[in-house]
């Protein structure tokens, strides 16, 4: 039986002592930004945009080889609904689905701000609770922790160059 690997990483985006500080909606801009050209963010390799209305965007990706789908299965067609200003959310044709959420700390100011994606990939090829479910969610885990970390530094980058 197959299984869905579900992985969550959050990271602050304006740590103490950070010199490029964003705000909320710098940060959602920059999510915007990264549905539509996610290079600057991620390790995706080419991105068409197909369609767009105000509360979705469809696009065909190609992810950097090691990342994402096996290259025979690419590209990926996915359907990104906004939900502004928190959450964008990617949905993949294999039911796998990817969300990216703003969320605000406990002193709840415009830059004390927290980036969290959730990963809910399906996976035919792992059965629960085996060592392959053990090792995808390890997997997954790290490559989270470099998506939303590489969102930050993109988006910081986007910010100091006055283009948020």
Known sequence: MPTTVNVTYTARVNPDGEQTVMSHGQLWRAMIEKV???MIF???KECKVLEETETSITREVVFQPGVGP???KQPVKE???LWAPTQVDFHQPDGSLVQ???SRGSTLADTDLYLTYAFHWVRPD???GTQAEADAIDEYTKMS??????SIEGARKLVAAGKL
């Open 126 to 128: 792992v059965e629960p």
């Open 145 to 150: 922790r470099t998506a939303v970390e590489g």
């Open 100 to 102: 990216n959420i703003i």
């Open 42 to 44: 991620v390790p995706i």
């Open 36 to 38: 539509k050209n996610p």
């Open 70 to 72: 096996p290259p025979e």
């Open 79 to 81: 359907v990104c609904n």
